[in-house]
């Protein structure tokens, strides 16, 4: 029986889970086995029916949204189609990646059903922003020490891979990729480390509630594997609601309370 999914938001019309890395969304070609998947697992958990309406890489942890009817879920795979969905990552990366910068380039599709080569390039484009780095005094490399930076990634494009390929192409492999990262950066985290998974979260996403039209922003913890890592690389400050709680606790300490302001901080 599989664990239960964390749960961020829930209402009659859609709810938000943590996928946890390793899981498939669904039964696909890939699944050679496996057992369980998200969608079957959600829906035993809440006991109705659930319609996913984006994807996440089965390597890749986070925040996931389905809707919990067709025509809710029609609504909601339209705004991810028309691109009006606001995503944001968190990545580990090797290397000092770029303060911040546009990441546009067209990606070709990657279905397993045909050569790469003969599918259409697409348009992707991905912001990126570095927000913190570390450099360790270990040769993972040929180099006597070894960098590593923690990215945030806003993808424009739906694309398949696209962060994970954008920051390869970049120069910046995102830690645990096998397909696009590097082996001995991967096998060093996986080893000595113990992060034995893509280093990839989905944190963050804004969009248009399909029933009401308010706009939900919705954001999600890391799984443990990932917050242990930040804690040790002095990352703790990026945690996901970690700088709301530092301005929080800034304006605390430097706007004086009146009695009827301390009782609502209480």
């Known amino acids: 029986m599989p664990e239960p999914l964390p749960i961020i938001y829930q209402d009659e019309h859609l709810i938000a889970v943590h996928k946890p890395a390793g899981l498939l969304v669904h039964r696909t070609a890939l699944a050679r086995g496996e057992t369980h998947f998200l969608v079957?697992?959600?829906?035993?958990?809440?006991?109705?029916?659930?319609?996913?309406?984006?994807?996440?890489?089965?390597?890749?942890s986070g925040l996931m949204v389905m809707a919990l009817n067709s025509d809710v879920a029609a609504g909601l795979v339209a705004e991810f189609s028309a691109q009006r969905v606001s995503k944001?990552?968190?990545?580990?990366?090797?290397?000092?990646?770029?303060?911040?910068?546009?990441?546009?380039?067209?990606?070709?599709?990657?279905?397993?059903?045909?050569?790469?080569?003969?599918?259409?390039?697409?348009?992707?484009v991905t912001d990126v922003r570095r927000l913190d780095s570390v450099e360790l005094p270990v040769s993972v490399d040929r180099y006597p020490s070894s960098r590593y930076s923690l990215m945030e990634a806003r993808p424009l494009t739906g694309r398949r891979h696209q962060i994970r390929r954008h920051l390869s192409r970049r120069g910046y492999p995102i830690i645990g990729d096998a397909r696009h990262g590097k082996g001995l950066h991967n096998r060093f985290f996986a080893d000595q480390l113990d992060c034995p998974q893509l280093l990839l979260a989905s944190v963050g996403l804004s969009f248009r509630h399909p029933v009401s039209g308010d706009t939900l922003n919705l954001s999600c913890a890391l799984d443990p594997v990932m917050t242990r890592l930040f804690e040790r690389f002095g990352w703790a400050g990026h945690l996901p609601g970690a700088e709301r709680d530092s301005l929080r606790q800034n304006l605390c300490a430097t706007t004086p309370l009146t009695p009827q302001t301390q009782r609502h901080h209480d």
Do not use: W
């Not at 580990?92 to 599709?109: F, H, K, N, Q, T």
């Open 40 to 60: 079957q697992t959600l829906r035993d958990q809440i006991g109705q029916r659930v319609y996913p309406v984006h994807r996440l890489d089965r390597p890749t």
């Open 88 to 124: 944001r990552y968190l990545a580990v990366v090797r290397g000092i990646g770029p303060d911040s910068e546009r990441l546009d380039y067209a990606l070709r599709e990657e279905d397993g059903s045909r050569p790469k080569s003969e599918m259409p390039a697409m348009a992707a």
